[in-house]
């Protein structure tokens, strides 16, 4: 590698993309920030990739060319080793060989991978995963993913996609588009409801918000303040997603036997702790057999910082 001092991690999202500059102790000392935009494409989403690497540098008072290498976590199914994002739902991608593409546009190796196994790598190695040697992180946000740590490593599976878990079948009886534990769990499918639910009339005071002119969001703050305040039709939405979150987690946890369970994400973030306390009871009153209640049930320590800082000890530890 050119410079091992400085790694570059990427968190590309749904919605938004997230670049850092890493130092060799894990710390961020340059960032940038910006909207994914997907619906301009995708060579325009690459485009401020390498912008937003750019900003990250000078921030950190660095040139790009100088850099040990770059580490990206990308939603969807990732082959790591090819490192072509295969299928991104959130983005609209197909087949998309983004390390190579990188590599070319900034001069340094890059890496890829999952951006939720990165974020899960990133807590294991220095967050809320540390000490264990089997970890399992969920991630909701725009969508849903899953991370896996086994046997003290990154968990890929022999198609390169285990971790996605936002699209496994949770209703499969029901109308298609609505089936998926990501088209009922993620943050914009809590937002989504909420915004159908009012819009029939059910009272909240989410309302002025969702009826404003121009038609209104409602977002991740505003689900937890609501939530916070007492307001009845969001307390009821969210924890009905956290008691199907349990369910989902349940299952995972009475398959693999797994020792702790890491929540992040956007909505995870947001609401906080009751999330995670409603999520935690849905899990103990569904695992089996009952020893596996002694699963721990925990947020994400690192919070935004999870996928950049996983990114770029990933890449740190593929690229060495």
Request: net charge negative.
């Amino acid at each position: 590698m050119p410079n091992a001092k400085h790694i570059v991690g990427i968190d590309l999202g749904g919605t938004n993309m997230q670049i850092g500059v890493v130092d060799a102790n894990g710390n961020v000392v340059g960032r940038s920030r910006k909207k994914t935009q997907a619906d301009q494409g995708q060579d325009k989403v690459i485009e401020r990739l390498v912008d937003g690497i750019e900003t990250a540098c000078q921030e950190a008072k660095i040139d790009s060319h100088d850099l040990g290498g770059v580490g990206v976590g990308a939603p969807g199914a990732v082959d790591h080793i090819s490192g072509v994002v295969l299928e991104a739902v959130n983005l609209r991608w197909n087949d998309v060989p983004l390390a190579e593409i990188l590599t070319q546009r900034v001069g340094v190796p890059t890496i890829l991978d999952n951006d939720v196994n990165v974020a899960v790598f990133g807590e294991w190695k220095m967050g809320a995963g540390k000490g264990v040697s089997e970890l399992l992180g969920v991630w909701m946000g725009t969508g849903i993913g899953g991370g896996l740590i086994l046997n003290n490593q990154l968990y890929q599976g022999s198609f390169l996609t285990a971790g996605e878990i936002g699209h496994t079948t949770l209703f499969p009886g029901v109308p298609i588009g609505s089936r998926s534990f990501e088209q009922n769990c993620s943050r914009t499918a809590v937002a989504d409801r909420l915004v159908r639910l009012i819009r029939s009339n059910r009272h909240s005071s989410l309302a002025p918000a969702v009826h404003e002119e121009g038609g209104g969001q409602v977002k991740s703050k505003m689900i937890a303040q609501a939530y916070e305040e007492g307001d009845e039709l969001t307390r009821e939405v969210v924890d009905e997603v956290a008691h199907f979150i349990g369910i989902v987690v349940a299952n995972a946890v009475t398959l693999l036997s797994l020792p702790r369970v890491v929540l992040g994400g956007g909505l995870t973030e947001a609401v906080g702790k009751p999330l995670v306390s409603a999520v935690r009871k849905s899990v103990r009153e569904h695992v089996f057999p009952e020893r596996c209640r002694d699963v721990e049930i925990v947020a994400s320590a690192l919070e935004d910082d999870a996928g950049i800082v996983g990114a770029a000890l990933l890449a740190r530890q593929r690229l060495a």
